[in-house]
């Protein structure tokens, strides 16, 4: 009886009803990107976002600062600024990192998972290794 009545219900769904989140799910791997004006820069983010606009964000942020930063303090709140807006506007992040190349130094901005789990910034740390030796 009980196959029966199961038959019934599978049979009466529409297609409609068969879509699942799953099936429009934007997958969120993690992305890497480098920018070299006015030094070398990699943002690296978590999201389920799309990261179509992520350069335009990028750019923007840059022409706000007109003039790129100069001491090693400024470069710090450079790059924890930059870090905020992308968390700010890509609501679905997991992970945001802002990692800044300049005056013999390296300084970096982590959020998310790439803060809190050694398995993520291990990831992060090792691409941006090859990405840098390609």
């Keep these: 009886m009980e196959q029966t009545l199961f ?5 009466s769904l529409s297609i409609m009803d068969l879509n699942t ?6 997958w969120s791997p993690l992305v890497i990107r480098r920018y070299s004006l006015p030094v070398l820069m990699f943002i690296a983010i978590i999201t389920d976002d799309n990261l179509d606009d992520l350069d ?5 942020f840059q022409k706000e600062y007109k003039v790129f930063p100069k001491t ?3 470069i710090r709140n ?5 870090n905020e807006r992308l968390q700010t ?9 802002v990692i800044i190349q300049a005056d013999k130094m390296t ?15 291990l990831e992060l740390y090792l691409l941006l290794n090859f990405a840098t030796q390609v």
Excluded: P, W
């Excluded at 038959?7 to 049979?11: E, G, T």
């Excluded at 989140?21 to 934007?26: C, D, H, V, Y």
């Excluded at 300084?107 to 910034?121: I, P």
């Design 21 to 26: 989140k799953l099936t429009k799910k934007e």
């Design 7 to 11: 038959l019934i219900m599978v049979c």
């Design 78 to 82: 450079y790059a924890g600024a930059l």
């Design 56 to 60: 335009e964000i990028v750019t923007k």
């Design 107 to 121: 300084v970096s901005s982590l959020a998310g998972d790439f803060m809190n789990h050694e398995q993520c910034r």
């Design 89 to 97: 506007y890509y609501s679905k992040s997991e992970g945001v990192a």
């Design 72 to 74: 090693i303090q400024e």
